[in-house]
């Protein structure tokens, strides 16, 4: 779609790789972004017909920060499907700090395991603000407006995406790497939370508009909060949509009662309420939405009765 892009590493100029998506006019680039203990890539994906605003949306997979990769099922899925619709859309790899085995034994037991989980999604936090200062940086070659940039994610990225505007909003050191002043245009977490050291979740400066999804029997992704009562700890969807009625923030929550973490994968049946949301935060219009939510494509599964222990158990 543009002319081979080439961008400077820590080491070396490295000619970016081209691929053909699977959708018809869609085009499919995956360019290195930073380099870590690896390599880190992302996608992106060209729609056929691009929306006259430019939009584009950043996609963070989830897979409990163990697992999933950026051009795994659901996310080709939805970039496909985004795309198709006229996003520019970005999926990201990221490290997933529950497989580094030495910070994972330092940090054993019930009394670190919110250490732990403060490692694992400031990691995820970190290489999704330098995926977006990268995008930032070559918006023009991409044909993107960086203030109309959307980000989403399920389960893991979800919680990344949110964490990710929570440290923005607070000036917290794990997005630092994004450009200055850089604000998502929204964000639509598909099961997510934020990681808290206090016990009250409290933004100094206005999050994105967000849009959260949550089921309330999740018990891998609380959907209220994870910790010792009155403590710190993961706050869910609705301990979020509490803070942001509390400090008059707009937004809107769909929550699915009898659902639990199905919801992370919900999205090709929410398509098009993902780009109503959007639509309206593009076009500026402010509104606020607090839905129970059903539908017969999403029914409950072993995942409503799935908890955390085995979860991890099976993926480990």
């Not at 779609?1 to 080439?6: I, P, R, V």
């Not at 959708?23 to 691009?50: C, I, K, M, N």
């Not at 989830?62 to 950026?70: H, P, Q, T, Y």
């Not at 593009?282 to 939510?293: E, F, K, N, P, Q």
Request: glycine share 8%; aromatic share 10%; charged share 20%.
């Amino acid at each position: 779609m543009f002319k081979k892009l080439f961008f400077k590493s820590l080491l070396t100029v490295i000619v970016l790789l081209t691929a053909a998506g699977k959708a018809e006019g869609q085009t499919r680039e995956t360019f290195p972004y930073v380099q870590r203990d690896s390599t880190l890539y992302l996608d992106v994906w060209h729609p056929a017909h691009p929306r006259a605003d430019r939009a584009a949306v950043v996609s963070v997979f989830g897979g409990g920060f163990v697992i999933g990769k950026r051009d795994d099922s659901l996310q080709s899925r939805t970039a496909r499907m985004l795309s198709e619709r006229g996003f520019t859309v970005i999926s990201i790899d990221y490290r997933l700090g529950l497989k580094d085995s030495a910070k994972v034994a330092e940090l054993q037991g019930l009394l670190k395991i919110d250490d732990l989980f403060q490692y694992c999604i400031g990691l995820a936090v970190e290489d999704c603000a330098a995926a977006i200062a990268w995008v930032c940086a070559h918006a023009t070659e991409l044909g993107i407006n960086t203030s109309k940039i959307i980000l989403t994610g399920n389960s893991a990225g979800a919680i990344t995406v949110l964490q990710l505007d929570y440290s923005r909003a607070n000036a917290l050191s794990p997005a630092a790497l994004l450009p200055d002043g850089w604000k998502p245009a929204a964000v639509i977490p598909y099961a997510g939370g934020v990681m808290c050291r206090k016990r009250d979740l409290k933004y100094a400066a206005p999050p994105a508009p967000t849009m959260l999804l949550h089921g309330v029997e999740d018990k891998i992704v609380a959907y209220s909060h994870f910790g010792l009562p009155f403590s710190a700890g993961m706050f869910g969807s609705n301990r979020i949509s509490k803070q942001f009625r509390k400090q008059e923030i707009p937004h809107w929550i769909i929550r699915f009662k009898g659902i639990g973490h199905e919801v992370a994968s919900w999205f090709p049946q929410s398509v098009e309420l993902f780009c109503c949301f959007a639509e309206q935060t593009l076009s500026g219009r402010i509104s606020w939405l607090d839905a129970v939510m059903t539908d017969s494509r999403l029914q409950p599964t072993v995942w409503t009765d799935m908890n955390m222990l085995r979860m991890y158990k099976g993926v480990r």
